[in-house]
């Protein structure tokens, strides 16, 4: 028997046609291959263990060091806390560096001369004329006007005691820093005084240069002192000098 697909007469026999519609007899369709159903899974069950069966020793002995080692843990975090946990752990320090060399100290009583004498100058009374002169000079570098007095005779050109004659020399002198200062000659003048000739060197702000160039900041000089004396002291008087530019 089959059944017709358009109007669904079941036909029996084997007439290639449809009874009532008169269709032909579809051709047969191949069967479809379908896989079988897989067979269940066996898993097994553990097998019951035999009563008085003791402990055996393949699982006692892992077990016993596990439970060391956690003891051991435990007694570390407490006895060492956050040291050995590690989060507050302080940083290791910085190793030194280590200081420059140290340098030689500089002495406050061993100064360096600004005056000095030249070789051809034999006079033993050089020494103290260029004591004299290295007051002098250091004053001025120095704004001690105090000092400088101390070495101006009164009866010379400047008075000491003059205040207003000193004021005048502080201000022509007030940016001034002599430097290079040579006693090149010393020599008798009238009246048991002294003669010496020096050179020197001075730098200036602009506008304190010599009164032939103002704006001059560097200055040579060649200075001649008359010096009165008494006994190892020495005075100055007056003095008269020459210039050029550096």
Known sequence: MWVCI?????????????????????????????PPEPPPIWIPEPADPEPNEPPSRSRLIPALPIAVLIAALVTAAVMGGPR??????????????????????????????????????????????????????????????????????????????????????????????????????????????LRAEVTFRSEQEDGHGPPERLDETCTRWRAVYVLSTAGNTYRMLRGDATNEPC
């Open 6 to 34: 358009d109007c669904g007469e079941r036909n029996t026999g084997t007439p290639d046609d449809c009874a009532v519609c008169h269709r032909p007899r579809p051709a047969p369709r191949a069967a479809i291959w379908e």
């Open 84 to 193: 050995l946990l590690g989060p507050d752990r302080p940083a290791p320090r910085a190793a030194p560096v280590p200081s420059a060399a140290p340098t030689a100290p500089i002495l406050e009583d061993d100064p360096v001369d600004l005056v000095t004498v030249a070789a051809a100058v034999t006079d033993p009374r050089a020494g103290d004329v260029a004591d004299m002169l290295e007051t002098y000079f250091t004053g001025i570098n120095e704004r001690d006007y105090r000092a400088v007095a101390g070495v101006l005779d009164p009866a010379g050109e400047i008075d000491p005691a003059d205040a207003r004659q000193m004021a005048a020399f502080a201000e022509g002198t007030s940016t001034t820093r002599d430097s290079d200062v040579v006693l090149v000659r010393l020599a008798e003048a009238a009246s048991g005084r």
